[in-house]
């Protein structure tokens, strides 16, 4: 049993910050690659920034320069540093992980997040 808990989603106004946090418990092996997906109402999910295993990155140009993604491995937990928000950053956002549970080809899985509200609004 994997679970994903996401933390940080907050109203603030146009040029705030916040943090989000996504701490993973359970049976794991390893954590392969995780990033945070971004979902606005009428608007298809969309990917916000990745890391993989190694700490390499990649972020949506929408938010590059203002968004950092990051990883501390010896806490399972990732984090996501939102800074110079938007009204357009207004979405649920959501924590993803491969997790290997179990060795073998079977013992990995993609897991998400319940998503926490972040609401960039003056």
């Known amino acids: 049993q994997v679970q994903l808990v996401e933390s940080g989603g907050d109203l603030v106004q146009p040029g705030g910050s916040l943090r989000l946090s996504c701490a993973l418990s359970g049976s794991i092996l390893n954590i392969n690659t995780m990033g945070w997906y971004r979902q606005a109402p009428g608007k298809q999910r969309e990917m916000v920034a990745t890391?993989?295993?190694?700490?390499?990155?990649n972020t949506a140009d929408s938010v590059k320069g203002r968004f950092t993604i990051s990883r501390n491995n010896a806490k399972n937990t990732m984090y996501l540093q939102m800074n110079s928000l938007k009204p357009e950053d207004t979405a649920a956002y959501y924590c993803n992980a491969r997790v290997r549970v179990r060795p073998g080809p079977w013992g990995e899985y993609n897991y998400w997040g319940q998503g926490t509200q972040v609401t960039v609004s003056s």
């Open positions: 890391i993989d295993s190694a700490g390499d990155t």
